[in-house]
Antibody, heavy 122, light 107 residues
Framework: EVRLVESGGGLVQPGQSLSLSCTGSGFTFGDFAINWFRQAPGRGLEWVGFMRREVFGGATDYAASVKGRFTISRDDSKSIVYLQMNSLKTEDTAMYYC?????????????WGQGTLVTVSS | DIQMTQSPSTLSASVGDRVTITCRASQSISSWLAWYQQKPGKAPKLLIYKASTLETGVPSRFSGSGSGTQFTLTISSLQPDDFATYYCQQYNSYSRTFGQGTKVEVK
């Protein structure tokens, strides 16, 4: 069974840091690129950042709203991807989802975790 | 960045109705479009990818069409389990973007 499980969410004060983890199982983790998405309470889905497979150099890209503050990394030996969030703002409050995806034409594999809640508040 | 405009934002419908949701991209994304269903407190669920390919296990009452900048999601006969929020998402670029969402509610 394919699973992605996020962890590490919680309540933090503005300006603080938090690290989220996303652990995969049931598939070859290193064969998949990773996205992080978030959803503020009552709002729509927002892309946060992306990391390519290590075979493609593990390049990353981030939404403008988090660039310079958030960093994605991965450890394929442990099937884990991390989202390091620094200088958190109240507007970063959201449910954070990781997604592992791969396009093997004609198929599109897109696995999502159940999310972990981050609350930034004083 | 590619902007995705989805309409309507809310749709009131009854069981058995045919429902259509539209998504427009600010530039051509070929067929690199996915549709997701989300229920309260749950992660989004992939319904359709590459604009019209049904994900395994998704009922055939769901269908997608379009290419370039105009896309539609159709539910041929709305079922009780289909009341949810639907999002389009482009994956033409690494920086994914979603439509604003369409909430399908009971009429």
């Amino acid at each position: 069974e394919v699973r992605l499980v996020e962890s590490g969410g919680g309540l933090v004060q503005p300006g603080q840091s938090l690290s989220l983890s996303c652990t995969g199982s049931g598939f070859t983790f290193g064969d998949f690129a990773i996205n992080w998405f978030r959803q503020a309470p009552g709002r729509g889905l927002e892309w946060v950042g992306f990391m390519r497979r290590e075979v493609f150099g593990g390049a990353t890209d981030y939404a403008a709203s988090v660039k310079g503050r958030f960093t994605i990394s991965r450890d394929d030996s442990k099937s884990i991807v991390y989202l390091q969030m620094n200088s958190l703002k109240t507007e970063d409050t959201a449910m954070y989802y990781c997604s592992a995806y791969r396009i093997v034409a004609p198929y599109f594999f897109d696995y999502w975790g159940q999310g972990t809640l981050v609350t930034v508040s004083s | 960045d590619i902007q995705m405009t989805q309409s309507p934002s809310t749709l009131s419908a009854s069981v058995g109705d045919r429902v259509t949701i539209t998504c427009r991209a600010s530039q051509s994304i070929s067929s690199w479009l996915a549709w997701y269903q989300q229920k309260p407190g749950k992660a989004p669920k992939l319904l359709i990818y590459k604009a019209s390919t049904l994900e395994t296990g998704v009922p055939s009452r769901f269908s997608g069409s379009g290419s370039g900048t105009q896309f539609t999601l159709t539910i041929s006969s709305l079922q009780p389990d289909d009341f949810a929020t639907y999002y389009c998402q482009q994956y033409n670029s690494y920086s994914r973007t979603f439509g604003q969402g369409t909430k399908v509610e009971v009429k």
